[in-house]
């Protein structure tokens, strides 16, 4: 089990809601905590609310952007050290809309910072992980990266993103020692997931409060995250109330694998899967 006491947290976006979770929860198990965000005045407000007694260091970060973790990693460098867990959390949301009305430039925004903030965190800290042979990453996704619905799209997309990325990295980075996770929330209270319900629901004040009074309290996602940081486990599902949309989905796209579109086609190798994975028909190339 890993062992979390006195180990140092990097989470991103952590001045929000499920990364003000994160953090709490970390700090009842005595990890040190880094709370890196965009907005620092954010990161204060949460680090207010962690345990007394934790050892908090709040950076600022864009996680757009390489420099800015590598500046982020200096400062951690020289507070704490290394850093044992990497939780890339920071994310947006591109409010309710048809993805026609979605400009290039707000899904270029949503992709770096959802999906390239986790390449660029992954590539900052995975290194020295690997190198000691112990760490874990853990991504957030989301209900979404599963099971998207019209008028999310752009962040769905974002969303399968995190989950192809993290799934892949998981097999690539498990020689190493060092463990990834996905996180998939579901309504979980934050200024992201108010703002959306509160534009949802402008004109229907019993409904915006049904969807408000309808959020999960953050600290026990951080507490699910633990968790699994702790027995290493792939997935992380609080809202397991999406299963069977989930399930439904998943049957339509097993429905499609009938025969193969050339007819007398035999799938014998594969470039990326070894001859027995790719036999059982999960192989890709
Ligand atoms: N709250 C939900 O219901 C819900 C559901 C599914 C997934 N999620 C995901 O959970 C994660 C956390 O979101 P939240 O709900 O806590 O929202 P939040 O808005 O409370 O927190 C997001 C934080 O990320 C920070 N941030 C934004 N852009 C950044 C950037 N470029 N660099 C660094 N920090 C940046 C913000 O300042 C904010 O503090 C996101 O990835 C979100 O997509 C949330």
Avoid at 127 to 153: C, D, K, Q, W, Y
Avoid at 216 to 245: C, F
């Amino acid at each position: 089990m890993f062992e979390l006491s006195g180990k140092t947290i990097f989470i991103t976006g952590g001045g929000g809601g499920i990364g003000g979770g994160m953090a709490r929860a970390f700090a009842e198990r005595g990890a040190r905590i880094v709370l890196a965000d965009l907005s620092p005045d954010f990161a204060q407000e949460e680090a207010e609310t962690l345990p007394p007694g934790t050892e908090v260091l709040i950076v600022k970060l864009d996680v757009r952007h390489p420099d800015s973790w590598q500046r982020a990693k200096e400062a951690v460098a020289k507070r704490f050290g290394e850093v044992d867990v990497l939780c890339n959390n920071a994310g947006i949301s591109t409010g309710f809309g048809p993805l026609l009305d979605v400009t290039p430039e707000a899904f270029e925004n949503v992709m770096a910072i959802n999906v390239a903030g986790v390449f660029n965190g992954t590539r900052t800290f995975a290194p020295e992980m690997v190198a000691r042979r112990a760490g874990h990453i853990v991504n957030t996704s989301s209900m979404n990266g599963l099971t998207p619905f019209g008028s999310f799209a752009a962040y769905s997309a974002s969303k399968f993103a995190v989950l192809g990325l993290s799934d892949a990295l998981r097999e690539e980075l498990a020689p190493a020692g060092v463990g990834v996770s996905t996180l998939f929330p579901g309504l979980t209270r934050s200024r992201m997931a108010q703002h959306d319900a509160a534009a949802s629901a402008a004109d229907d004040p019993e409904r915006a409060a049904m969807i408000e009074a309808n959020m999960m309290d953050p600290l026990w996602l951080g507490r699910a995250v633990v968790k699994a940081v702790q027995n290493d486990e792939a997935y992380i599902v609080t809202h397991p109330a999406y299963r069977d949309s989930l399930a439904a989905r998943q049957q339509r796209i097993l429905a499609a694998f009938g025969e193969p579109a050339q007819p007398g086609y035999r799938h014998g190798a594969s470039a990326t899967r070894a001859p027995a994975a790719a036999s059982s028909g999960i192989g890709g190339s």
